[in-house]
Every structure is written in C-alpha cells, then in structure tokens.
C-alpha cells in the first residue's frame, strides 16, 4: 500500500468512524446474530490474491458490523459500560503507524519515557502518593498477576530459583480476598502455581464489602496450621455491585503479618480523579500495589491497565531475565518494561493515554465520571421511588444493582423468589432483544439482580430515561406472568 493509498482510504476509513459514530444509536446495542452466522459467510480459505481495500471495506459494512456488539453506543449498560473517545483512537492509529517494541528503553525511548510521565501524571489525578511508580499492562487481570508474582518474590522462599513443586520446606502460601473479588484474582493465584487453596475468600458484609474481622481470624488461623499468609488483594469497587472494601481496616491486619496488599481499582479507581470521590481510596496511602484500567473509565481505548507499586524492585527481581542478545550499553541507567513482566515486547498504549489526558484536561475528565456518577444516582432514585422495583446494593458510584419485584398476595417466600428470578431475567432479555439498551446481570444474595453500568462518554439523561422506560415497559408485559 503506498502513502497515497493509504492516504486515500485512510481519509476514507476516518470518515467511516465518524459516521459510524452519528449513526450509532440507530444500531442494535448487542449483535443481533446467531452463533456461528459470521463464521458461515467467511471463506473458509485465505484469499491465494490480494483484494482491493474497497471490498474489504464493503465486505466490513456487510459483514462485520452486523456481527458487532456496539460498546460504544450510549445506551451499553451492561458489564461496566466504558468507552472510547476520539482522541483515544487517533493514540491507537499512531501506535499501529509507529509500531514499537518497547521492550528495551532503546527499541523505544518514547513509549518507556512517555508511559513514566504519563503515569505519574495520573498518579497524581488520583491523588496517590508519590511512593507509588506505575507499569502499563494489558489488562487489569495480568496487572494483578503481575502483583501477586512481585508479593511472592517478597516472601524470601527462592520461588523464582527452585519453583514450587517437590519442595517439602515450602508452606502453602495464601492469598485473601473477599468473596466478591474478580475471578481474574483467582485465575493470577492458578497461572502462578499457588493454586485454588492457595485462595482463601472472606465473607462480606451486608453491603458487600471484605469483613475485616473475618480476615484477621481467617489469616491467624492459617498461620496456627503452618501455612504462608502472604498477600491480601482489596476490592475498591467490586464488579458485581462496585462495593468498596474497608482497606483503611485491612491494612494494619495485613501489616502485622508482614503481608503484600494489593488493591484491585480497575474500575473504581478512575473515579479518584474526581477531588469529592477521591475518599475511594482511603488506606491506598499504604498500600503495596494498585491496579486501575483506564480503559475501563477514562475514555481509553481498549486495552490499557496500569499497576501502580511501591516495589518495582521486586517487580524487576520476579521478572528480569536479560540475555545476551538485549544487552545494551544503557542498561543500568534507564528502565526498561521487559524487566517487569512475563512480556518481552510491549506495546506503544502510553500514547492514547498521554492524548487522552491532554485533551480532556483533568477537569474533562473529572466533569464526565461525576456526570456518570450523577445519572446513576438518579436512576437510583428512581428505582428507589417505585413500588415495583427494589434496589439491591448501594451505589457509591456509577452502577446500579435493582430488580423488579412486583408483589402478588398469598405467595411463599419460596415461590416469590422464583418468580422474582425468573420475572427480571425475562425482563433483561426482553430489554437487550430491543436493541435499544444493553443490561447485565449478577447474583446478590442469591437474587437475580440486574446492573446498570454508566461509563459511556455519550450517555446522556436520555439514555438513562429511555432505558427505565424500556424496563417499565417489559415489567407491564411480563409482570403477570
Ligand atoms: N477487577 C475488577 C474489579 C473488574 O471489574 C474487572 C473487569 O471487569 C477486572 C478486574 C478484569 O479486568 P480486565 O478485563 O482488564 O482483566
């Protein structure tokens, strides 16, 4: 492709995105496919020619837009809601153009140097301390891999040089969570071979949050038997209801046995940004290491995590593996990503960050979680106003737990709850089959409980009435049932 091809459909594929973006609310939110209907239409063998952009591009409009699921469209409230924004993808167009490896200060002094100043710039958006230095990772799931492998390396047992199999003199090593930590914690605890009992999880409260007691009890007890309490990851904003665990408790439970905390923000910690919400996170001053994703909440496209510790060095003895062929002169002098993790080469994500900061200033972004924050409290509000409709957690934030609960006479506990979960699942899928409005689900309790996320930079009021109205609507038609 010369430059000026690529000039040609570059300019093209720009006015596409725009486009894609006035026309998106006529859009279904969820694809409105069937599994396996892409795949049918694709040739099952790669083109033995090269094909021309133009019918790339058609074969795009045919083909696979009807098979997206529109995360961008405002009225995604499913999972959490996040969004990209327009200079967030023009970060994303360069980083394909420029196409580092930033694995070595030298393959990449601008994405290694950018990603530093970048990251203390947010750092001190969120209000953390100074003590803190950050790593851009994927996803907030291989940050906090990342975190527990530095806690591990801190536990002085020579895991990095013996392993952990066939070792008799090693303990079971412990990490605690609350019951409603991501599964993405447990999943870190099995890829580093510590295994599922080497995860305790502890009970919540009535609000969903760690029970700090339980954790103190949970972890002398583990000691009584021999084993290795080594790191406690807190949820500042759970994924199920965005409850925020006391870490302001934790932390001198976790500092009496010498142990790693590791606070899990990915969502929650973007809202910090914000001066009146930045209490989120009260006790991370003492934390080891934290995790938050501006791709979640900070108008980043996917994917950007950034891990924030206090111990890059155990970060870099866990890691740092320099053969002889990615030696450099500078070595010693500058820091290279390579060191800090399971990959080699990285890619360019400083660059979306560093112009989405710009762009929107930290009042912008400020001003758009606040908003979000706004909306679903409103919601919240209205749920709370109806008589057929309950809330089912609070809402410290931007996500909204609540279900229909319409009451018929004479009805058992039993029997109600059934038909309750039974009522709001139909209800969701009666809401998403519109297209109109994406929800998701979680279990609170044991209840069905729907979630609405807000996190969408063009979300409006709007939105928000139409999908209660959308929901009113299905709860009128269902609700007999
Ligand atoms: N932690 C929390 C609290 C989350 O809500 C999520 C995803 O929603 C994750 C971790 C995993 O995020 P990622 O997709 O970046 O791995």
Known sequence: MDTQEFRRVGHELVDWIADYFDRIEDLPVLAAIEPGDLKSQLPASPPQHGEPMEKIISDLNRLIVPALTHWSHPSFFAYFATSTSGPGILGELLTAAFDNKAMLWRTSPASTELEDVTLDWLR????????????????????????????????????????????????????????????????????????????????????????????????????????????????????????????????????????????????????????????????????????????????????????????????????????????????????SGSDYGIQLGRRFRALKLWMVMRYFGHEGLAARIREHCRLAKQFASWVDASPDWELMAPTPLALVCFRAAPNVDGETDEIRAKRLDALNEAIMHGVNATGKALLSHTKLNDKLTLRLSIGNIRTTEKHVEQVWQLLNKQLDTLGQC
């Not at 320099?322 to 500078?330: I, M, S």
Request: charged share 25%; with cysteine; aromatic share 6%.
């Open 124 to 335: 001190q958006m969120m209000g953390l301390d100074a003590g803190m230095t950050g790593i851009i990772y994927d996803t907030a799931s291989v940050s906090s891999m990342h975190a527990i492998a530095a806690a591990r390396e801190g536990v002085e047992q020579r895991i990095r040089e013996e392993g952990m199999s066939g070792r008799p003199d090693l303990p079971l090593l412990r990490v605690y969570v609350s019951e409603q930590a991501h599964s993405s914690i447990e999943k870190g605890v099995i890829t580093l071979g510590l295994g599922q009992r080497g995860l305790r999880k502890i009970p919540t409260d009535g609000e969903f949050r760690m029970d700090p007691k339980a954790l103190a009890a949970a972890i002398e007890e583990d000691k009584r038997n021999g084993y290795l309490p080594f790191c406690i990851v807190a949820t500042v904003g759970t994924t199920s209801t965005s409850s925020i665990d006391p870490v302001r408790e934790i932390i001198p439970i976790g500092e009496k046995h010498a142990m790693w905390l590791h606070v899990d923000a990915a969502y929650a910690g973007s809202a910090a940004v914000v001066p009146e919400l930045r209490n989120i996170l009260a006790g991370c001053e003492r934390a080891d290491s934290i995790v938050v994703n501006p791709h979640k909440w900070l108008f980043t496209p996917f994917d950007l995590s950034v891990l924030y510790t206090r111990h890059m060095d155990l970060l870099r003895r866990a890691f740092s593996l320099v053969p002889e062929y990615l030696r450099t002169p500078e070595q010693e002098n500058v820091r």
